[in-house]
């Protein structure tokens, strides 16, 4: 109490050191509170980058082999937004992941993107939620050109319809009981789709989201057009919205313009023991570097190539 | 002379100097210990990469057999496609970005190529030889991850053409960014 003194007339009187004090303690608060915000979005930065290349790595135990149809899923430690990315720059094109995380009741800004340059994924362009399926596919055009990741998040549900007694879409209704991913659903069976289901139209007019035409190739969805010719791209065009779908497609098809290539080369290669073919593959490389949108991919003559192929001593692929 | 109040004021001075050097020296601290372990998280994510990508890459389109040597097989390499591969690669560098890692490698190991001590790197003498290196970037590499594979090629033999399989080890070598 030696320092403040309060006078007679009732005003406060603060020694200089005091003032001192406390310029300079604020000075030093401040400087601590900036430091500690900027060091909190550094590790939520860190966290979302290091989820993004989880994620990433994770995406490698999706390589089908003999076996395909897996599905995996994985939990992210706070309730988070999966941005899916797609550039279609450079030899293959990049898959991006962006990251962001509910903290504190907001969502982190997403800075940096993890960039995969052999990952194909289909999905919403941002997914949210705690916990994500992914399930793939292998895409042969006619040889494997990549396996293709769904991805999709628990608190979207999918609701098949009327692929029960088609005969020519029981591999779809086979694919989807066996994946038994948590948010897929088939109409007919048992268990019935949640009220709040997307739903997927097969041979089905009514209380559709999406409308898959099967024999002519192409799902509308949100007002929209997207093409398919296997069936692999099918559940691309349904998981993906169209930005999405046609970036990867493109990028799909840089990687098998390379393959042809190196086919090709194999193709001569292999002379050397006997093997002699001319499956065209130089030509085929031509039309997939052509491909500008997933409505052309019906015109390269794929069942060709493939028949060739499978018709000679020793086949390519 | 120096009055009382000017030495107590010089004193707070220093003291507060000393007190925000000491938080600025801990502050220090902590995020040196934060990016030493920072560093080392990247490293454990590019050799989980690494590892998981290794488990699979035989299966990749670029590497697996497919259907060229009968059915399908897993963990098979079409060392013919891999040739290819090889020189293909080194006409378009992007190529060695696909996978992300810093170095691929397949070394036969049975049966024994050569005296079975020296590697014999394939180039024309394929398939005479037991170490393809299908990329190495001029980069810092980290610790190999590797997997046993079947290494097949075809093969002529008075004129009968038939599959060749040998045993072979894939090594996948990630990049060391820690220096960086």
């Known amino acids: ?3 403040l003194v309060i006078n007679r007339r009732g005003a406060l009187e603060i020694s200089f050191s005091w003032i001192f004090a406390i310029i300079v303690g604020i000075f030093i608060l401040f400087l601590a509170i900036f430091a500690v915000t900027k060091i909190m979005k550094t590790e939520e ?3 979302d980058v290091k989820v993004g290349k989880e994620i990433g790595a994770l995406l490698n135990l999706l390589e089908t082999g003999v076996e395909s149809d897996k599905t995996k899923s994985f939990d992210v430690p706070a309730e988070s937004r999966i941005l899916n990315r797609c550039h279609e720059e450079g030899l293959f094109g990049d898959q991006g992941i962006m990251i962001s995380q509910k903290s504190f009741n907001k ?17 919403n362009r941002i997914e949210e939620g705690k916990t994500f399926y992914l399930f793939s596919k292998p895409f042969e055009f006619p040889f494997k050109v990549s396996d293709l990741v769904y991805m999709s998040s628990s608190l979207t549900n999918y609701c098949f319809k009327g692929l029960k007694g088609s005969s020519g879409l029981k591999d779809i209704e086979n694919d989807i009981e066996k994946l038994s991913q948590g948010n897929l659903h088939l109409e007919e069976s048992e268990e019935k789709c949640p009220d709040n289901s997307i739903n997927v139209c097969f041979n089905v007019a009514s209380d559709c989201d999406i409308v ?19 069936d692999a791209l099918m559940y691309a065009t349904i998981f993906s919205n169209k930005d999405i779908y046609e970036c990867q497609v493109k990028r ?11 086919y090709s080369s194999k193709e001569v290669f292999t002379t050397r023991v006997g093997c002699g073919s001319n499956v065209g593959l130089n030509y085929l490389a031509g039309m997939f570097e052509g491909v500008k949108s997933s409505g052309e991919l019906s015109n390269i003559p794929i069942d060709d190539v493939r028949m060739k192929n499978d018709g000679m001593e020793c086949q390519l692929w | 002379m120096v009055k009382r109040g000017q030495l107590k004021i010089q004193q707070m001075a220093f003291m507060l100097i000393a007190v925000t050097l000491f938080f600025v020296l801990a502050g220090m601290f902590v995020l040196v210990l934060k990016f030493s372990d920072l560093k080392k998280t990247a490293l454990g994510l590019e050799d989980k990469n690494a590892m998981l990508l290794v488990s699979k890459l035989a299966n990749s389109p670029e590497f697996s057999c497919g259907s060229a040597f009968g059915t399908s097989k897993i963990n098979c390499i079409d060392s013919d496609k891999i040739m290819m591969l090889k020189n293909y690669v080194q006409n378009n560098k992007d190529y060695e970005d696909l996978w992300g890692v810093g170095k691929i490698q397949i070394r036969k190991i049975f049966p024994k190529e050569g005296d079975g ?24 590499l980290g610790s190999e991850q590797s997997t046993y594979v079947t290494l097949c090629r075809k093969e002529v033999d008075e004129g009968y053409i038939f599959s060749k399989c040998e045993i072979a080890l894939l090594f996948v070598y990630p990049e060391d960014r820690t220096n960086e």
């Not at chain 2, 590697?119 to 980069?139: A, M, Q, R, S, W």
Request: some cysteine.
């Open chain 1, 107 to 123: 969502w982190t800004e997403p800075e940096i993107e993890s960039l995969f340059k052999n990952k194909y994924i289909f999905s």
């Open chain 1, 45 to 47: 930065t860190i966290s």
């Open chain 1, 212 to 230: 898959v035409n099967y024999d002519g190739g192409y799902t509308k969805k949100d007002g929209e057009t997207l093409y398919f010719v296997n």
């Open chain 2, 117 to 140: 001590l020296t590697d014999i790197e394939c180039e024309g003498n394929y398939p005479n030889c037991n170490l393809i290196t299908i990329f190495e970037k001029n980069v810092a």
């Open chain 1, 252 to 262: 799909l098809m840089k990687r098998a313009k390379s393959l042809a290539e190196i």
């Open chain 1, 1 to 3: 109490m030696k320092k």
